[in-house]
């Protein structure tokens, strides 16, 4: 562990929605302060699993205590099935029964999920809360902590209702990542490998030369690999709060194959990282025949890959079954199937159209690495 | 009816969430021609609620056709008591199920409810939707769509989940206004005294000149109110958009003492503006108590009011009821009870606390006056 205090700060440059993200080791019991630092005096409430909560209630709970916040813990059951409206309209009732008012804030203690639903109901309950993002997973402290979308599912599809609500502030403790499942924290891994493919060859490269040291935990190297990726991240958003300009659609580097392998397996089988992972390599494959993506970059990002101990291994899926599925998930969406695809490491091209032999080709691709 | 096409423009100044309120008579058939003109070029779902529809379904349905537009309407139905998650929830999925993606847009049709609902949907599926409202009844075309207020009831109280959500643009018909029953109209009336109240003296001197040709319905007086009543709702949401500085809440004038008479029955026996005549001159006698609000100008408004027959009878409800109901809302939304006394007529001052035996005085003389 680093003994020294350092708290990495980055913005997200939105004009009067700017804030700042707070990425350091052992920061959690700073809520508190940091809550008094915003001018958010009102009642805390905290919006958490039980998991989470086991380990982090106590020191978040003080924290608040220590500055004369008063602060209401409320759990919710964690998993994809849970992030729907009945949870939001429970928490609705328990927030409104303990007297929660305009006023005072609410806080997401978690992962990715708390975060997008305790976020929702921050953005919709009395017409909206101060909000603040207290990740505690690689994915949720790298991505979906940052940026501003919250939202729940249908039973139609994944993030079908939702806004875009910022958080006043985001305090990412790369500490609390030491109690993750081996297996959740490298999926996390997966986004941070992305980042350095959409905006950052230099990161790519420093990637290469730790990543065992970041597998390790190695607190220096996540401090800094987690830090690099919200600069980039928040740069993204910066440029495009709203999804409205196609810059922001950079971040879904790997995400259209990575989507589809999720909703085919009913998000059971794979992580988020995990299915990600594979649908990069798949990105990469496209980009060498439509973008002039080197092959021996495509080896670079798949020998990654596979120190991060990615399988590739889909099992009993096939890739008929993968493009099936993303002609129907864009179907849903709107629009034409469109991928974001790596020109160089560190450099994507988006919205790009691909013609469908080329994805076959690519998923071919991607099963043979199995 | 006029014979012109005037349409008087009104702008909410909100930055790059400015848009403006179209008052006009005979002009729901623009609405496709707008639409275009907003750059909304996609599918247009029209939310409205069966007896609206039936008078203007055609109408709508063939501006939007003859300007390219698709569209598809969706009907719910009225009544506070269908405000709520379910109707929401229900809305999702038709919407969803007739192909509404995301740069579509949604437009309410209908009275404020209709606004309400619709308008949370649309900042809420797939992130948000471009949203127009057409208002058709006089509290949506002078309060309810202007602002970006929107969100739907719970079990424990009004309006408790919702958000600010600004429409691109919001297109008032007031011939739509001739098809309403009289008592709904005349409930509207009681909005449009308030904003003279709250803003605009000489306005005031006009209703008192014009009253009776606007309860005629007499389309040069309602264009002249209808008009004058937004461009104050503009301008104050425009100084305060998100309810933070208090400028906003002056437009509460009358509703801390109406709302205590809705929720106490059940929003059934008295209709919005109904329970708001009846709370503005309560305030009115408050201010004789506590701000020097003249005596003759409080016999001005209930002479106004008594022009627009609102009738002040109660029945069984006692100023006590109404007492112990205010200090229960009070208690939901957090804080003290305060009100908005007017000082005179045109001015008002927001968030006065007032001692219990001025309110019941207040009470009292409302009581006498039926």
């Known amino acids: 562990m680093s003994s020294d205090n350092t708290i990495l700060r980055t913005v997200v440059d939105l004009g009067d929605r700017s804030y700042e993200v707070c990425t350091g080791e052992g ?5 508190g302060y940091m809550m008094r630092q915003h001018n958010l005096n009102g009642t805390v409430a905290v919006i958490s699993n039980p998991a989470v909560l086991d380990l982090y209630h106590d020191e978040v709970a003080s924290s608040l205590d220590d500055h004369g916040l008063r602060s209401v813990f409320l759990s919710i059951r964690e998993g994809e099935t849970h992030k729907n409206l009945d949870t939001v309209r429970h928490l609705y009732e328990e927030l409104l029964e303990n007297s929660i008012e305009r006023g005072d804030s609410i806080i997401a203690l978690g992962g990715g999920q708390t975060g997008d639903i305790a976020g929702f109901v921050a953005a919709t309950l009395l017409r909206g809360f101060d909000f603040v993002q207290d990740p505690t997973t690689v994915l949720a402290q790298v991505d979906a902590a940052i940026g501003g979308k919250v939202g729940v599912n249908l039973p139609l599809g994944k993030n079908l209702v939702g ?10 403790d790369v500490a609390t990542l030491m109690s993750l499942p081996e297996r959740e924290f490298r999926s996390g891994i997966a986004e941070i490998i992305k980042y350095a493919c959409i905006r950052d060859r230099e990161f790519f490269v420093y990637l290469e030369e730790n990543l065992e040291s970041l597998l390790a935990r190695e607190s220096r190297t996540m401090l800094h690999a987690i830090s690099v990726s919200c600069g980039i991240k928040a740069e993204v958003v910066g440029q495009d709060e709203l999804e ?27 992580l988020h990282g995990e299915a990600v992972a594979a649908g990069m390599v798949a990105a990469g494959h496209m ?18 890959e596979r120190v991060a101990d990615f399988s ?3 099992g009993d899926l096939s890739p008929d079954d993968i493009l099936d599925r993303v002609r129907f998930d864009k179907k849903v969406e709107g629009g034409r199937v469109r991928y974001v695809l790596p020109r160089r490491l560190g450099e994507v091209i988006p919205r790009t159209t691909v013609p469908e032999p080329v994805v076959h080709d690519a998923l071919d691709y991607v099963w043979a690495l199995t």
């Open 27 to 31: 920061i959690l019991g700073q809520v």
């Open 163 to 172: 806004a875009f609500y910022q958080p006043r502030f985001v305090l990412s």
């Open 244 to 270: 409205l300009t196609g810059v922001r659609s950079i971040l879904n580097f790997g995400h259209t194959i990575g989507h589809a392998i999720e909703s085919l397996t009913g998000y059971r089988r794979f």
């Open 287 to 304: 980009g060498t025949a439509v973008t002039g993506f080197p092959g021996e970059e495509l080896d670079r990002l798949v020998a990654l």
């Open 312 to 314: 590739f291994d889909l």
